[in-house]
């Protein structure tokens, strides 16, 4: 046996002893990889469980960013549906300089638009029809009408009016910018609406007729079909 050397015998029962020197310092070698590759394992058992909880939070966060986001869906969709509502409303300054809401679709039974006829010429919209009292009195009703042409991207710098007036987004609607009128059976209407597009681009006409007072006699919504 050489000196500073450590000598090691494997002995096996068919074989001849195998007799393996090593120095002190290859032991100490060995020993040093030996201990660098248990502590990478322990190293890399360690960090697979970090990388599985971390991916456990990140499929946590995922599921819980999914869940906000339909939420969110949930809410746009929502806004939308109002938003659509709206193009519907009209605000109005009342009787009493109060501002109030007009609801498409809303009708009276004291008066109402017939035989409307409509052409255009140009980029003109050219309108025909009775504006008739429903009742049989024999009393003069007064008051204002509107019409306005809506354009189909709901821009309300686009909209025509008649009379000719300027709307603008927000603004309440003064009835007192109508058309006066005085009725007792009926009254015709043959009018000229100057439009800002071409008249395909426009799809509702809404007609708004009001007493003396402002109340809302009528409010009738046509779909325009080209």
């Given at each position: 046996m050489?000196?500073?050397?450590?000598?090691?015998v494997l002995v096996s029962k068919n074989r001849e002893p195998l007799t393996i020197e090593l120095s002190v310092k290859e032991v100490i070698l060995i020993s040093v990889l030996l201990l660098s590759l248990i502590g990478a394992a322990v190293f890399s058992m360690v960090n697979f469980r970090n990388l599985k909880s971390s991916h456990y939070q990140l499929s946590s966060s995922a599921e819980q960013l999914k869940e906000e986001i339909s939420q969110k869906e949930g809410k746009i969709t929502e806004l939308k549906s109002k938003?659509?509502?709206?193009?519907?409303?009209?605000?109005?300054i009342g009787e009493k300089n109060d501002t109030s809401q007009m609801q498409a679709g809303v009708y009276s039974k004291e008066i109402q638009i017939e035989e409307l006829q409509i052409s255009t010429a140009g980029d003109s919209l050219n309108l025909s029809f009775r504006l008739s009292r429903n009742s049989m009195e024999d009393r003069l009703i007064s008051g204002y009408l509107l019409i306005i042409a809506e354009h189909e991207s709901g821009d309300q710098s686009k909209f025509a009016t008649y009379p000719e007036f300027q709307m603008s987004p927000g603004v309440p609607l003064n009835y007192r910018n109508g058309d006066p009128y005085s009725i007792r059976k009926f009254k015709l209407i043959n009018t000229s609406m100057r439009l800002k597009d071409k008249p395909f681009n426009y799809n509702k006409l809404k007609f708004m007729v009001f007493d003396s007072e402002g109340?809302?006699?009528?409010?009738?919504?046509?779909?325009l079909a080209w």
């Open positions: 050489k000196r500073d050397t450590i000598t090691i938003l659509e509502a709206q193009k519907g409303i009209i605000l109005l109340r809302v006699l009528l409010f009738d919504n046509r779909v």
